[in-house]
C-alpha cells in the first residue's frame, strides 16, 4: 500500500530541477529541494519517537522549512496539526491537553513560554525557526534534520488515514479539531487544479499564512498537485505583490489584501497584464471591492467558498460570469444542497436555507468527539454547515449568513461565546454580546458590547487593556461600546441582530 497523499504529490513532481518556491532571501526551492528536504524531516521524526498516527503540534512563523515540515508528517505518516501564531500560551495549553501529540514545534522564541504546556501535555518540545543565513538551521529541529539522509521509505496510508487536524471553534464548548484525511486533502486539490486552470507554467503569489486551511492545503497543494511555483512571502505587502505581478500568474488571497490593492495608485491594467487568475476566500468579499477591482484591472476576481471541515465546496467559474456576492458552482465531486435547517428537507431555488454538503472533501468528524460529530451530519451523509445561503436560478451559490454567530475577520475564525467568557469575568462587568460587523479592511470586525454592574467604573480603554495578552490579537475587539442594557426578545434571549443593526456604520468612517 502506497502514501495515498505523497505518491500523489510525487507523481505529478515536474523535472527535479524546477523551481517549487523562490524565497525572500534570495534562494529558489527546487523540486529535488522539496523531496531532498522533507525526507530529511522525516527522518528526524522517527529518530524523536513519531510513528504512524502521532499528532505533531506546530505553532512556527512561515517559512520554506515549516512546509517541508508538513510534508514530513505526511511522508512518516503522522497527523499534521497547524496552530496560529497568535495563539497564546493559555490557549495553546488547550489544544495540546485534547490532541496528545506525540511532538510539538514551536518558533526558538517562544520555547520557554511554552515549555509548561508541552510538559503538561507529554509532548516532546523542539523548535523551529525562520533560516537567518545560508547554510544555518534555526531551531534544535532544523539542526537534527539537517544530517539526515535525503531519502526516505515513505510510511503506507490509505486514503482513509489521518493527514491532518486543523482546530475549528464552535459558538459553545472549546475548539474542536476537524479530522482530514489523506483523500480529503488530495481530492480537493485534484478538483481546484482542473477548476482553476492550473499547469506547470503558473507561478502564484502567496502571502497567506500556513497555519490555515487556505494557504497550506488551497495554495500550497495546488501548486505541489499541479507541478507550478510560487513567490513565497513572509506576509502580504501591496507594493511587492504589485511588482511580482510582473513574473506571476496567479494570486489567493483574503478579502483584506484586494481592498488594499484597490487602494494601491499602482493598481492598474498594466500592472496586472501578465496575471491570469485572482483567487479571494475565508471571507466574504464585499461587491464594492469586486467591482473596483475589476474597473481598475479588467479582472473579475473568483471567489470560491470553504470551511476547514471541507477545504473548498464551490467556485465560481473560470470561464463564465463571476457574479459579485456569489461563490459559483459545487467543485467536482461535490454535492451541495440548501435545506431546511430543522427539518433537512431539501428546499428548491431560491429559497433560503442552510448549506449542507458531501464529498471526498468532507472531514471524517471531530477529533475525540463522536457525538458532536454524528449532530453535525445528516442520516443520508451531508455535513451540516452552518452557514445559510441559497442556489440561484442560474444554479450560483449564495452565502446570505450564519445559523451561528462566527465572527470572519482577515478570514480567521472568530467565535463570540469565547471573548465573551473573558468579558463578563472582569471586575465591574455585568454581561456582554459580542458581534460582527461590516468592516472594510477585515469583513467583519470584532466588536464587544458591553453593560457595566450599576456604578462600576469601566471603559473600552479598560476592557481592551484586561484582554491584552488574554487572546489572540484577532480575537481581540477592535471597539468597545458601553451601554446600559441588552436588548432581549420575550423569552429573554439578546438579541444580537438588533445590536449589528443598531452599529452596522460604526467602521463605515474608517
Keep these: 500500500m502506497p502514501n495515498h497523499l505523497f505518491d500523489q504529490i510525487a507523481r505529478r513532481m515536474p523535472a527535479e530541477d524546477s523551481p517549487f518556491a523562490h524565497l525572500p532571501d534570495g534562494r529558489t526551492y527546487r523540486y529535488a529541494d522539496v523531496l531532498a528536504v522533507s525526507a530529511q524531516f522525516a527522518h528526524a521524526l522517527v529518530a524523536l519517537g513519531v510513528t504512524k498516527g502521532d499528532r505533531v503540534a506546530v505553532q512556527v512563523e512561515k517559512s520554506i522549512e515549516a512546509l517541508m515540515l508538513y510534508l514530513a508528517c505526511v511522508r512518516a505518516g503522522a497527523i499534521f496539526l497547524p496552530l496560529?501564531?497568535?495563539?497564546?500560551?493559555?490557549?495553546?495549553?488547550?489544544?495540546?491537553?485534547?490532541?496528545?501529540?506525540?511532538?510539538?514545534?514551536?518558533?526558538?522564541?517562544?520555547?520557554?513560554?511554552?515549555?509548561?504546556?508541552?510538559?503538561?501535555?507529554?509532548?516532546?518540545?523542539?523548535?523551529?525557526?525562520?533560516?537567518?543565513?545560508?547554510?544555518?538551521?534555526?531551531?534544535?529541529?532544523?539542526?537534527?534534520?539537517?544530517?539526515?539522509?535525503?531519502?526516505?521509505?515513505?510510511?503506507?496510508?490509505?486514503?482513509?488515514?489521518?493527514?491532518?487536524?486543523?482546530?475549528?471553534?464552535?459558538?459553545?464548548?472549546?475548539?474542536?479539531?476537524?479530522?482530514?484525511?489523506?483523500?480529503?486533502?488530495?481530492?480537493?486539490?485534484?478538483?481546484?487544479?482542473?477548476?482553476?486552470?492550473?499547469?506547470?507554467?503558473?507561478?502564484?503569489?502567496?502571502?497567506?499564512?500556513?497555519?490555515?486551511?487556505?494557504?497550506?492545503?488551497?495554495?500550497?497543494?495546488?501548486?505541489?498537485?499541479?507541478?507550478?511555483?510560487?513567490?513565497?512571502?513572509?506576509?502580504?505587502?501591496?507594493?511587492?505583490?504589485?511588482?511580482?505581478?510582473?513574473?506571476?500568474?496567479?494570486?489567493?488571497?483574503?478579502?483584506?489584501?484586494?481592498?488594499?490593492?484597490?487602494?494601491?495608485?499602482?493598481?492598474?491594467?498594466?500592472?496586472?497584464?501578465?496575471?491570469?487568475?485572482?483567487?479571494?476566500?475565508?471571507?466574504?468579499?464585499?461587491?464594492?471591492?469586486?467591482?473596483?477591482?475589476?474597473?481598475?484591472?479588467?479582472?473579475?476576481?473568483?471567489?470560491?467558498?470553504?470551511?476547514?471541515?471541507?477545504?473548498?465546496?464551490?467556485?465560481?467559474?473560470?470561464?463564465?460570469?463571476?457574479?459579485?456576492?456569489?461563490?459559483?458552482?459545487?467543485?467536482p465531486g461535490v454535492a451541495l444542497r440548501v435545506s431546511d435547517p430543522e427539518t433537512g428537507t431539501p428546499l428548491p431555488a431560491e429559497e433560503i436555507g442552510v448549506i449542507e454538503v458531501k464529498g471526498p472533501n468532507v472531514f471524517k468528524g471531530y477529533w475525540r468527539n463522536p457525538e458532536k460529530?454524528?449532530?453535525?451530519?445528516?442520516?443520508?451523509?451531508?455535513?451540516?454547515?452552518?452557514?445559510?445561503?441559497?442556489?440561484?436560478?442560474?444554479?450560483?451559490?449564495?452565502?446570505?449568513?450564519?445559523?451561528?454567530?462566527?465572527?470572519i475577520t482577515g478570514g480567521y475564525n472568530v467565535y463570540p461565546k469565547e471573548i465573551e467568557g473573558e468579558i463578563d469575568a472582569m471586575p465591574g462587568v455585568n454581561e456582554s454580546a459580542v458581534i460582527g460587523l461590516p468592516h472594510k479592511d477585515f469583513g467583519e470586525g470584532v466588536t464587544a458590547v458591553v453593560v457595566p454592574v450599576k456604578g462600576a467604573a469601566i471603559s473600552e480603554k479598560s476592557i481592551l487593556a484586561a484582554l491584552e495578552g488574554r487572546l489572540a490579537k484577532f480575537k481581540q475587539p477592535k471597539r468597545v461600546l458601553v451601554i446600559d442594557e441588552l436588548p432581549r426578545n420575550t423569552m429573554g434571549k439578546v438579541q444580537k441582530n438588533v445590536l449589528r443593526d443598531t452599529y452596522r456604520d460604526l467602521y463605515k468612517a474608517g
Design 84 to 331: 496560529n501564531t497568535a495563539y497564546t500560551p493559555a490557549e495553546i495549553e488547550y489544544f495540546l491537553g485534547d490532541a496528545e501529540p506525540a511532538l510539538f514545534v514551536c518558533d526558538p522564541s517562544r520555547e520557554e513560554a511554552l515549555k509548561p504546556a508541552a510538559m503538561q501535555a507529554g509532548a516532546r518540545l523542539e523548535t523551529l525557526g525562520v533560516r537567518e543565513s545560508k547554510g544555518h538551521p534555526a531551531g534544535s529541529l532544523s539542526e537534527l534534520a539537517l544530517g539526515q539522509e535525503t531519502r526516505f521509505a515513505d510510511v503506507e496510508c490509505s486514503a482513509d488515514d489521518l493527514a491532518a487536524i486543523l482546530y475549528t471553534s464552535g459558538t459553545t464548548g472549546r475548539s474542536k479539531g476537524a479530522m482530514l484525511s489523506h483523500e480529503n486533502l488530495a481530492s480537493n486539490a485534484r478538483a481546484l487544479v482542473e477548476t482553476w486552470r492550473f499547469t506547470q507554467q503558473d507561478v502564484l503569489i502567496h502571502a497567506l499564512p500556513i497555519f490555515h486551511t487556505h494557504g497550506l492545503f488551497v495554495a500550497t497543494n495546488v501548486i505541489l498537485f499541479s507541478g507550478a511555483s510560487m513567490h513565497f512571502l513572509p506576509k502580504f505587502d501591496p507594493a511587492q505583490a504589485l511588482a511580482l505581478m510582473q513574473k506571476a500568474t496567479t494570486m489567493m488571497g483574503v478579502p483584506t489584501f484586494y481592498v488594499r490593492l484597490v487602494d494601491h495608485p499602482g493598481l492598474t491594467q498594466d500592472a496586472t497584464l501578465k496575471m491570469r487568475l485572482f483567487v479571494s476566500g475565508s471571507a466574504p468579499l464585499l461587491a464594492e471591492t469586486h467591482r473596483a477591482f475589476e474597473a481598475k484591472t479588467g479582472h473579475a476576481i473568483l471567489e470560491r467558498y470553504g470551511m476547514t471541515e471541507t477545504n473548498m465546496n464551490t467556485s465560481n467559474p473560470y470561464e463564465g460570469d463571476r457574479i459579485a456576492g456569489t461563490v459559483g458552482f459545487p467543485l
Design 373 to 407: 460529530t454524528a449532530a453535525e451530519f445528516r442520516q443520508d451523509g451531508f455535513f451540516i454547515t452552518g452557514d445559510l445561503g441559497k442556489i440561484d436560478a442560474r444554479g450560483y451559490v449564495h452565502i446570505l449568513g450564519r445559523g451561528k454567530d462566527l465572527i
